[in-house]
């Protein structure tokens, strides 16, 4: 199975609001709502941000929305702070009854 | 508190076999699943498989069928990943996951600090 395409990176500016998009194919992300998002500080382990396509677990700022459409999920960031820039990652649920993650994106807050 | 607490670091040389470990606590260990995620330096995230450990219910990764083993104590509630002869390509990060309810492997809300393991002759 092949990972998930990401953008390598995404900036924006304090206050703007951002899109990371996912890739995959009708096997994977197009097939399924079981598409997730994580960030990732540097040293830190990940952390969940979205569940389910759109979900947001309890504690993680409504500022992070997901959606889906065909087989391409997004993460959008609102109202972007420096504690934002990370690494994100999606990942999604596969029809081998299998996990695959995106190849990352790393976000950077100018 | 749901807590997944790993082995410590391990340098090994290539070829040599290795156990990694996971303890959870804070909840019952028997009816959640544990994953494995991989993470090579300055690299991505990549999933290597799961765990049941109610059942030993083992799914992998094509990418890592063969290639290691995962494996449960439900005694100890510890989950575990192994490796029969060790490459150079091994050295990563490892960190088990749990997703929040018993029937939702695909989320990993749950993650344990890592273990990072280094192959070097």
């Known amino acids: 199975q092949s990972a998930l395409t990401q953008p390598a990176s995404v900036s924006g500016s304090p206050g703007q609001s951002i899109t990371i998009s996912c890739t995959g194919t009708s096997s994977d992300v197009g097939g399924y709502k079981y598409v997730s998002w994580y960030q990732q500080h540097p040293g830190k382990a990940p952390k969940l941000m979205i569940s389910?396509?759109?979900n947001r677990p309890s504690g993680v700022s409504n500022r992070f929305s997901g959606s889906k459409s065909g087989n391409t999920a997004s993460l959008t960031i609102s109202g972007l702070q420096a504690e934002d820039e990370a690494d994100y990652y999606c990942?999604?649920?596969?029809?081998?009854?299998?996990?695959?993650f995106g190849g990352g994106t790393k976000l950077t807050v100018l | 508190e749901v807590q997944l607490v790993q082995s410590g670091a391990e340098v090994k040389k290539p070829g040599e076999s290795l156990k990694i470990s996971c303890k959870g606590s804070?909840?019952?260990?028997?009816?959640?699943?544990i994953g494995w995620v991989r993470q090579m330096p300055g690299k991505g995230l990549e999933w290597m498989g799961i765990i049941y450990p109610g059942d030993s219910d083992t799914r992998y990764s094509p990418s890592f069928q063969g290639q290691v083993t995962i494996s449960a104590d439900k005694s100890i509630s510890t989950a575990y990943l192994q490796w029969s002869s060790l490459k150079a390509s091994d050295t990563a990060m490892y960190y088990c996951?749990?997703?929040?309810?018993?029937?939702?492997?695909?989320?990993?809300?749950?993650w344990g600090q890592g273990t990072l393991v280094t192959v070097s002759s």
């Open positions: 389910d396509v759109s």
């Open positions: 804070g909840y019952s260990f028997n009816s959640y699943w």
């Open positions: 990942s999604s649920y596969t029809s081998s009854s299998t996990l695959v």
């Open positions: 996951v749990r997703p929040m309810y018993s029937n939702s492997w695909y989320r990993m809300d749950y």
